[in-house]
């Protein structure tokens, strides 16, 4: 309406993998950035569809919105496959991330419209050892549930947004 930007968080996800003393991210979240950048380059329609479970804005006031994008729903989930841009069909951005390893799912209070289908993406992301499941990233593999694990083996959450897309108004 009146232009500038707004801060969109994804629902549902949180960066992976170990968050170290002085580390401010997940081990994966420059692999994560690259990933979207690949799937998401500067122009590309996106949707932003609220969630009916959530709150419409974080304590950030940031936006809480599921992030489809158009994409190649066959090309590799990592983060610098490019995808076929004659072949697009409506992604969820946070399944992708999740499916690949580059994203967990968050545990909310009230679960979102797309938690199942998540949860089910991080456990087959787990069962094939994809992105942070794998035992050579991150130093270590994450708690089983879904949280990092630093070398003390405490489990640890980055309380910080995965990535944050700044969208038109």
Same mark, same amino acid.
């Given at each position: 309406p009146?232009?500038g930007?707004?801060?969109?968080?994804?629902?549902?996800?949180?960066?992976v993998?170990?968050?170290?003393p002085?580390q401010?991210?997940?081990?994966?979240?420059?692999?994560?950035?690259?990933?979207?950048q690949?799937?998401?380059?500067p122009?590309?329609p @996106?949707? @932003?569809?609220?969630?009916?479970?959530?709150p419409?804005?974080?304590?950030?006031?940031?936006? @809480?919105r599921?992030?489809?994008?158009? &994409?190649?729903?066959?090309a590799p989930?990592v983060?610098?496959?490019?995808?076929?841009?004659?072949?697009r069909?409506p992604?969820? #951005?946070?399944?992708?991330?999740? $499916?690949?390893?580059?994203? +967990?799912?968050?545990? #909310?209070?009230n679960?979102?419209?797309?938690?199942?289908? @998540?949860?089910?993406?991080?456990e087959?992301?787990?069962?094939?050892g994809?992105?942070?499941? $794998?035992p050579?990233?991150?130093? $270590? $593999?994450?708690?089983?549930?879904g949280?990092?694990?630093?070398?003390?083996? +405490?489990?640890?959450?980055?309380?910080?947004? #995965?990535?944050?897309? &700044?969208?038109?108004e």
């Amino acid at each position: 309406p009146g232009g500038g930007f707004e801060q969109v968080r994804m629902i549902g996800i949180d960066p992976v993998g170990p968050v170290l003393p002085g580390q401010d991210t997940g081990c994966l979240a420059g692999e994560a950035k690259r990933f979207i950048q690949t799937r998401l380059p500067p122009g590309s329609p @996106l949707v @932003l569809v609220a969630d009916p479970t959530q709150p419409d804005r974080d304590t950030d006031r940031r936006l @809480l919105r599921h992030v489809i994008i158009y &994409t190649d729903p066959n090309a590799p989930v990592v983060p610098d496959a490019v995808p076929n841009p004659m072949v697009r069909a409506p992604m969820n #951005l946070a399944y992708l991330l999740v $499916s690949g390893g580059l994203a +967990q799912v968050r545990a #909310l209070p009230n679960p979102s419209i797309y938690t199942p289908q @998540l949860r089910v993406a991080q456990e087959t992301a787990r069962e094939e050892g994809t992105g942070v499941w $794998s035992p050579t990233v991150c130093g $270590s $593999s994450p708690a089983p549930d879904g949280h990092g694990m630093n070398p003390d083996e +405490q489990a640890v959450t980055d309380p910080r947004v #995965l990535l944050p897309i &700044t969208v038109p108004e």
